[in-house]
């Protein structure tokens, strides 16, 4: 009984950081920052629960979600949340925005990856990647749409519009860079993958 709720802990844990990280930006932008913007204080506040979902929906349907990848989704959310959106390192650092999407384009594609091995009990073929690739382009593409509602509803400029135009760019730049650096990061997995099999093999010539 004591090794399993020492297990439940260790499985929640990053869940827990983020959400202990979540609180203290929280009260830094509202009282430090002095943050105004509703949609930049929900998105710090919320973000916390999705890692406690995922790992919840994890143990109780055993879905061999590896915890690498959840402990990457909980770095993504921290440095998303907290520290681009609250703290504004999209402000102060210009590879920030590709640096978060491509990281959630590769944990993205590889939690698909497991949970399609979970469901069909069987390794992707090549036809299925496309599908994963897809997939994660998908999802990437319903975070744009909600950044484009949060920015109507919140009058915020998450998609970065007026930073465009002053630089006489396309305002759909950073939204088609976004979901682009997400399918980059999925490409990486796929590579991570096809290098583990490599040595897999040669592993097994020798």
């Not at 390192?89 to 491509?102: E, K, Q």
Request: net charge neutral; aromatic share 14%.
């Amino acid at each position: 009984m004591q090794n399993s709720k020492v297990k439940a802990f260790l499985d929640y844990l990053p869940s827990i950081v983020t959400a202990v990280i979540g609180v203290a930006t929280f009260i830094v932008y509202m009282t430090v920052i002095d943050g105004h913007e509703v949609g930049r204080a929900l998105f710090v506040a919320l973000a916390p629960i999705f890692p406690f979902l995922v790992i919840f929906l994890n143990r109780k349907l055993k879905l061999g979600v590896p915890m690498y990848l959840i402990i990457l989704l909980c770095l993504h959310l921290v440095l998303a949340a907290d520290a681009g959106t609250a703290l504004g390192a999209y402000v102060r650092f210009w590879w920030w925005d590709l640096l978060v999407h491509g990281l959630f384009g590769f944990y993205c594609c590889g939690i698909l990856y497991h949970l399609y091995i979970r469901i069909e009990n069987q390794k992707p073929k090549a036809v299925h990647f496309v599908v994963l690739l897809l997939l994660t382009i998908a999802i990437a593409t319903i975070w744009e749409i909600y950044e484009f509602t949060a920015d109507l509803v919140f009058h915020t400029d998450m998609q970065r519009v007026g930073e465009a135009l002053s630089n006489g760019v396309s305002p759909v730049t950073d939204t088609m860079t976004d979901i682009m650096i997400a399918a980059f990061g999925a490409l990486l997995w796929f590579a991570l993958l096809f290098f583990m099999w490599l040595a897999k093999r040669k592993k097994s010539e020798e």
